[in-house]
């Protein structure tokens, strides 16, 4: 056998897997505007407080831009640089905008958004809920969720789900240092979806954790039936707490 004959000891084989990504590696979220429709509500005040402290310029709407900065300037947000606007003003302003509005109003307000909102990341936290003698109770949107219903009436931006289980009264208490919560992220794009779990990581005890598309928003939303239950029978905060991750 010649040199030529010999097997070529160097030979590639296959080319060797790259290590997993560590799914905790996120963005750096630091520099966007947040803007938040329904900002008024105590839900929405909660979040411009907590991403505020977070050191984010945050903006709120409202379909009066009058009535939102008096909310701007109202005990709990005065002084910390929220600012408030009209919901196309909100829009525009922001790099990432997270829907906080009334189930009722959600549908209208997205639509007449539509051309404010292209191209912008969008975050819908609203929870369609009934309620009767029994409590409360999820409701089934047409599009399968609330989400999905955005995702949907938004054809040129990019809708995930997240910050639904959080308790307004803790977010609104200034006397409140940490929330220990996770906040499950849902959305086609998984670079959107780390987007959002930086944020949520940025309030202190907070996680952002990736639990699926937008298909799978429904549950989620009506969680939070189960979690009024919860609170009302044991007078509490309930939120979600995820294990093994």
Same mark, same amino acid.
């Given at each position: 056998?010649?040199?030529?004959?010999?097997?070529?000891?160097?030979?590639?084989?296959?080319?060797?897997?790259?290590?997993?990504?560590?799914?905790?590696?996120?963005?750096?979220?630091?520099?966007?505007?947040?803007?938040? =429709?329904? +900002? !008024? %509500?105590?839900? &929405?005040?909660?979040? $411009?407080?907590?991403?505020? @402290?977070?050191?984010?310029?945050? #903006?709120?709407?409202?379909?009066?831009?009058?009535?939102?900065?008096?909310?701007?300037?109202?005990?709990? =947000?005065? +002084? !910390? %640089?929220?600012? &408030?606007?009209?919901? $196309?003003?909100?829009?525009? @302003?922001?790099?990432?905008?997270? #829907?906080?509005?009334?189930?009722?109003?959600?549908?209208?307000?997205?639509?007449?958004?539509?051309?404010? =909102?292209? +191209?912008?990341?969008?975050?819908?936290?609203?929870?369609?809920?009934?309620?009767?003698?029994?409590?409360?109770?999820?409701?089934?949107?047409?599009?399968?969720?609330?989400?999905?219903?955005?995702?949907?009436?938004?054809?040129?931006?990019?809708?995930?789900?997240?910050?639904?289980?959080?308790?307004?009264?803790?977010?609104?208490?200034?006397?409140?240092?940490?929330?220990?919560?996770?906040?499950?992220?849902?959305?086609?794009?998984?670079?959107?979806?780390?987007?959002?779990?930086?944020?949520?990581?940025?309030?202190?005890?907070?996680?952002?954790?990736?639990?699926?598309?937008?298909?799978?928003?429904?549950?989620?939303?009506?969680?939070?039936?189960?979690?009024?239950?919860?609170?009302?029978?044991?007078?509490?905060?309930?939120?979600?707490?995820?294990?093994?991750?």
């Amino acid at each position: 056998m010649t040199a030529n004959d010999a097997p070529n000891d160097a030979a590639p084989g296959p080319a060797a897997k790259k290590p997993a990504r560590d799914p905790w590696d996120l963005p750096d979220v630091s520099d966007l505007t947040i803007g938040v =429709l329904g +900002g !008024t %509500g105590d839900q &929405g005040r909660g979040l $411009a407080y907590r991403f505020s @402290r977070a050191g984010h310029r945050v #903006v709120i709407g409202s379909r009066s831009a009058e009535r939102a900065r008096e909310v701007a300037a109202d005990d709990l =947000l005065s +002084g !910390t %640089g929220v600012e &408030g606007d009209d919901n $196309a003003g909100c829009a525009r @302003r922001s790099d990432v905008v997270i #829907v906080a509005v009334p189930w009722d109003g959600h549908a209208a307000t997205l639509t007449a958004l539509r051309e404010e =909102l292209a +191209g912008k990341l969008v975050v819908d936290c609203v929870n369609p809920l009934g309620f009767d003698k029994k409590g409360a109770y999820p409701l089934r949107p047409e599009e399968g969720s609330a989400a999905e219903q955005a995702a949907a009436l938004l054809p040129d931006s990019r809708v995930t789900a997240a910050f639904h289980h959080l308790s307004a009264v803790l977010l609104c208490d200034p006397e409140v240092a940490e929330i220990p919560i996770d906040v499950m992220v849902l959305g086609e794009s998984r670079a959107d979806c780390e987007i959002v779990q930086a944020l949520a990581s940025r309030i202190p005890g907070m996680r952002g954790i990736f639990a699926g598309r937008l298909r799978n928003a429904h549950q989620v939303e009506a969680l939070v039936a189960n979690l009024i239950s919860v609170n009302r029978r044991y007078r509490a905060h309930a939120g979600v707490r995820l294990t093994d991750v």
